[in-house]
């Protein structure tokens, strides 16, 4: 049995951390908020469970199968459908009066070209511009899911599997610096471990490996880079995007789902809109559009006022970020277990995985977990 401390309670921290309790390991969690969940999961407020922006649950991946495997009751969810999703300037993808047109696109999400504008849109709402063909394919066949208890319920069960087996996640303590011993914590308190598992997003296992091994760091997790998003979360008494799942300005990288049309048993009125603009500033990946952070959030207002207009009379409750990580990448791919002989993995939705977004970093959280005799010396 080893004592297995791990950095970060995300999705990949959590997932780490279910593993290797199940494998028999001594495990506490340590966390820098005062939340769990890191940024998938949602916080209610006035009625909706406002998330960090859209967020789809892949169906067969591995936080869906997670979740499914750690308590009785399926997570409750609905499905976006393409007959109510609309791309901008050549309307829906699945149109209910042009049979011709549902063909085409069918045909065209089938060939998965990426240059074709259905599946640049389709590629766009199911992964935020990651081109990942089983995500298209999933949004395609009706396998891609907003969750009904929103992402706070999937990261609920997540942290009552760990309460239950005792596994203690200790929030608002931030890891300063990595030992030989283990960590030492910024109330300047040190906790021993055997193995440390890093999943506190890459700049954040970056920031720790550089200051104690600066020369591999720079080798293993060289030129890190990454995609930005702005977002809008609105809680609304009107049916601002008029009944449509979805709309997608794939020009602009821009989209907006509303949860209540999607699952209406949500609310019996008004609507949940999530809105997200990716990329476009200086330091994303691709080509800037935006001076600031602030602009490109100004743009996705200008872009809801066209596309779901009066919704500022409307509205309950909100939540606006500038600026939040999407897709965080190096040069190289990285490898979990790269610092491993010195009893330390890496996990979260950076690491080299099958899988993107929130089914890489429960993927690779939960290798990680299985794995802990790996990194043990
Ligand atoms: C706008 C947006 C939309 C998205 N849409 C989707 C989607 O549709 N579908 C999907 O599957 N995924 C989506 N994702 C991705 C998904 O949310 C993430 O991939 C996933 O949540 C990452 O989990 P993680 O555990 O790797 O990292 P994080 O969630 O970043 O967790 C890292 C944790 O480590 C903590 N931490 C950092 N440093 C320290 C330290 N020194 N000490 C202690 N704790 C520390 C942080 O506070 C945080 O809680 C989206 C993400 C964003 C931002």
New binding site residues.
Partial sequence: MARVLV???????LSAAIDASANGHHVVV????KTV????TSQNKEGFSLT???????KKGP?WQLCRRLSKRKPASATIRLDKTEILGSGMIRPKDNISKVIENKKALKSKDIAHPVVKAASFLSS?NSNNMSRIEALSKSKLLVSNEGWIGLVGRLAAALDEIGVLIECG????SLHDYGVKLNNGKKVEADVVIL???LN?ARK?LTDIYPNRTDEVLANPSRTT?S?IELGLTSKSLRGRHAIIDTENNTAAIDYVAIQPRLSAHGSHISA?TVGGLSGDVGETKFDSSEQRLQYLENFLDSQAGGWRDHVVTDLRQEK???HEYCEKEIDSFAFSDVGIIL????VKSDYI?????VHS?RTAGQNIGKAQH
Avoid: N, Y
């Fill in positions: 950095v970060g309670a995300g999705l990949a921290g340590l966390e820098r908020t969940g890191g940024k998938g960090f922006g859209p967020h789809l649950v892949h936080l935020w303590v931030k890891v300063d999943a506190c997003g954040g720790l998003a977002i997200i939040i990580t999407i996990a979260g939705s950076w977004l929130a089914d890489a970093a959280g």
